[in-house]
């Protein structure tokens, strides 16, 4: 104590089994940030800088909840126009092609989630695998008679792909292997997902009209990109977030231009109504003059 030193105090010493314990306790706090970067239940040590939350109400809670409602209003919303082809029985303009697609991603997420412990990606991506199967079902049963030799085909053989190559990607050697090539597929799934409402998107821009377009399943689609993009961040699932940041800006796009089409274009025909109602007006005051002096001059 003559330099300021503390006093050493031998019986204050740490032991060997404080050390143990000190360790063990090490130990188990790295697992718990690791298991915390992998389970959607709440925001790990390391996303929150440093700062440890609350197991009450929690950012990655509240937006995997909110992501997964979006999703449900997606997966729900073309349920009215299946009641309306199962009753017409017929296709009309509907497209078999953008649900096959939804099929395929989901299918591809589901497995994903699972490799990953992600329950939140697995649950909302087999209910929506399970409701587009009957979707494509619907579609198939009801197909225009004309096309109808060629749409199931296509449909059974596609789906049968779909399971074949996911059983495939399941008998690879290697765990990161076979997650890398899930995310891949469902990617590539994911991107033509949201190019195939191009093609209508073209016919609206020339036709300037929005019908047979899907506009229900693009809205929620743009809405539950914007959540679940949010939620593959802040579980820093990259695999993840690319493809829902591609699904906010082509739904975005897509969503701008019916909106653009539907305002302008909407009031056209009501324009054209009353021109063509103010001509009648005034083809039947012409007529009647003219009969008025017809009449006129037989008198006299």
């Known amino acids: ?13 740490p032991t060997t089994m404080d050390l143990s314990n000190h360790l063990s306790f090490t130990e188990a706090f790295l697992d718990v ?19 440890v ?16 409602v979006a999703s449900c209003f997606m997966i729900f919303s073309p ?5 309306g082809i199962a009753r017409a029985r017929k296709l009309g303009k509907e497209s078999p092609l953008p649900y096959f697609m939804l099929f395929a991603q989901a299918f591809f997420w589901v497995f994903y989630g699972t490799l ?20 494509l079902f619907i579609l198939g049963v009801n197909a225009n008679p004309e096309d109808a030799h060629v ?15 996911a059983a495939c990607v399941l008998c690879l050697p290697r765990h990161h292997l076979r997650v890398s090539v899930f995310a891949r597929l469902a990617l590539v799934f994911n991107i033509l997902l949201y190019v195939a409402p191009c093609v209508q998107v073209v016919d609206v821009i020339r036709f300037k009209t929005i019908d047979g377009f899907p506009v229900a399943l693009t809205s929620a689609s743009f809405v539950s990109s914007m959540l679940w993009a949010q939620y593959a ?22 969503l701008g231009i019916i909106i653009y089409i539907s305002v302008k274009f909407a009031e056209k025909p009501a324009a054209e109504e009353t021109d063509c109602v103010t001509l009648s007006k005034k083809q039947a005051q012409l007529r009647a003059e003219q009969n008025y002096g017809t009449g006129g001059t037989g008198e006299a």
């Open 1 to 13: 104590t003559v330099l300021g030193l503390p006093h050493f105090d031998a019986s204050r010493a």
């Open 233 to 254: 961040w802040l579980v820093g699932s990259m695999d993840y977030l690319l493809p829902n940041v591609l699904g906010v800006i082509f739904n975005g796009c897509q």
């Open 151 to 165: 749409v199931r085909p296509l449909l059974l053989a596609g789906i049968l792909a779909i399971v074949g190559t």
């Open 33 to 51: 940030l690791k298991r915390s970067d992998s389970e959607p239940s709440g925001v790990s040590f390391l996303q929150t800088g440093g700062v």
């Open 116 to 135: 990953t412990g992600r329950p939140g990606i697995v649950h909302v991506n087999m209910l929506c695998s399970v409701m587009v199967t009957g979707y």
């Open 53 to 68: 939350t609350s197991p009450g109400l929690q950012p990655l809670a509240v937006v995997s909840a909110c992501a997964t």
């Open 79 to 83: 349920l009215a126009s299946m009641f």
